[in-house]
């Protein structure tokens, strides 16, 4: 028996459940060309940054403005052939996600990072014009603002989810913060908002401190496979109260053990990063031998078959991915003799 790796997200058909989340593979068209010959079943591009986009423009706008009005020859600032070479951010992206469509044969998903709703944000129909298949919304802020209540948080994410999906005619998936207060409710209000789907979870970095130079000193460490706990517990209580919204699981996925853990919760598709950095793209086609490898081992016929067949309403210990397990797992730790 050959399992049936096809699955199903963001209404995208797809050879497999194994998906390139947004890294520095997919930022280069070499890059996204390695991962679908090695059989990725889809490409999420690295984000285009809010902040990134407006702080281009605004250096722009005060190098344009420099010296205006101050003589006759102030126009002649900037002669023509530096605008011929010049590419905004916008410009860049929208051109990397073409050449990338054009070269691979899967599914191209644009990525955004929004933090403030604006008339920028019309980048989105951008994207869609530009040929990306889906859109990956990507919330990744800090709310640092001590005046905003965490209502005030939340209903500015809903109210920039909704705007984004009623922009386009592709299909929306919010990657979102584990961190919400209560974050199932949350989850369904970007699901009522228009997202198709919802990526577990986004992965803050945090800053370390350099106590020789007592600077703040911004260090990327790889996700590592006890990160994958999370999303799994939250994908398992959602999937039944989301049945029918996509879910992916990112973060600490590295092993054909890993993914398979993410679809009995309940994902749709799983997401990596970090161990295409650590093995190259052709650990792609390990992970998709080692899913099949498993599946047919347990005598599934098809990933539909056992998405979600561990999750909290299928699951024989639902309490297990609550409260109640809290004082188990405390009192599992024995201590060696």
């Given at each position: 028996m050959t399992t049936d790796l096809s699955t199903t997200y963001l209404g995208l058909a797809l050879r497999t459940p194994i998906v390139a989340s947004s890294g520095?593979?997919?930022?280069?068209?070499?890059?996204?060309?390695?991962?679908?010959?090695?059989?990725?079943?889809?490409?999420?591009?690295?984000?285009l940054f809010e902040a990134e986009v407006i702080h281009e423009e605004t250096q722009l706008n005060a190098a344009l403005e420099y010296g205006a009005g101050?003589?006759?020859?102030?126009?002649?600032?900037?002669?023509?052939?530096?605008?011929a070479d010049y590419a905004s951010p916008i410009e860049r992206y929208l051109n990397h996600l073409q050449a990338v469509r054009a070269a691979v044969e899967v599914p191209v998903i644009?990525?955004?990072?929004?933090?403030?709703?604006?008339?920028?944000?019309?980048?989105?129909?951008?994207?869609?014009?530009?040929?990306a298949s889906a859109l990956e919304l990507n919330l990744y802020h800090v709310a640092t603002d001590h005046r905003r209540s965490g209502t005030d948080v939340e209903h500015s994410d809903a109210?920039?989810?909704?705007?984004?999906?009623?922009?386009?005619?592709?299909?929306?998936?919010?990657?979102?913060?584990?961190?919400?207060?209560?974050?199932?409710?949350?989850?369904?209000?970007?699901?009522e908002a228009g997202a198709a789907g919802l990526v577990c979870f986004n992965r803050f970095y945090q800053p370390d401190i350099d106590v020789d130079t007592r600077q703040v000193a911004p260090h990327l460490e790889l996700s590592s496979p006890w990160e994958l706990r999370l999303p799994l517990s939250w994908?398992?209580?959602?999937?039944?109260?989301?049945?029918?919204?996509?879910?992916?699981?990112?973060?600490?996925?590295?092993?054909?053990?890993?993914?398979?853990?993410?679809?009995?919760?309940?994902?749709?598709?799983?997401?990596?990063?970090?161990?295409?950095?650590?093995?190259?793209?052709?650990?792609?086609?390990?992970?998709?031998?080692?899913?099949?490898?498993?599946?047919?081992?347990?005598?599934?016929?098809?990933?539909?078959?056992?998405?979600?067949?561990?999750?909290?309403?299928?699951?024989?210990?639902?309490?297990?991915?609550?409260?109640?397990?809290?004082?188990?797992i405390l009192h599992s730790f024995s201590t060696p003799a």
């Open positions: 520095p593979l997919t930022g280069t068209l070499d890059g996204a060309k390695a991962l679908a010959d090695a059989g990725v079943a889809a490409i999420v591009l690295p984000s101050t003589s006759a020859e102030a126009d002649d600032y900037f002669p023509d052939e530096i605008w644009a990525s955004l990072n929004a933090v403030h709703p604006g008339s920028w944000m019309s980048l989105a129909k951008e994207l869609e014009s530009a040929g109210q920039m989810v909704a705007a984004v999906c009623t922009s386009v005619n592709i299909p929306v998936a919010v990657k979102m913060s584990p961190y919400y207060s209560s974050l199932a409710n949350i989850a369904g209000r970007f699901v994908i398992a209580m959602l999937r039944p109260l989301l049945p029918t919204t996509s879910l992916a699981a990112t973060t600490g996925i590295g092993t054909g053990r890993d993914a398979a853990k993410a679809l009995l919760v309940g994902a749709d598709v799983t997401m990596m990063t970090a161990a295409l950095l650590r093995h190259g793209p052709g650990h792609v086609a390990v992970v998709e031998r080692e899913l099949r490898d498993w599946a047919e081992s347990h005598e599934y016929d098809s990933v539909a078959q056992l998405r979600g067949s561990v999750s909290r309403a299928n699951t024989e210990n639902p309490e297990a991915f609550e409260r109640a397990n809290y004082y188990k």
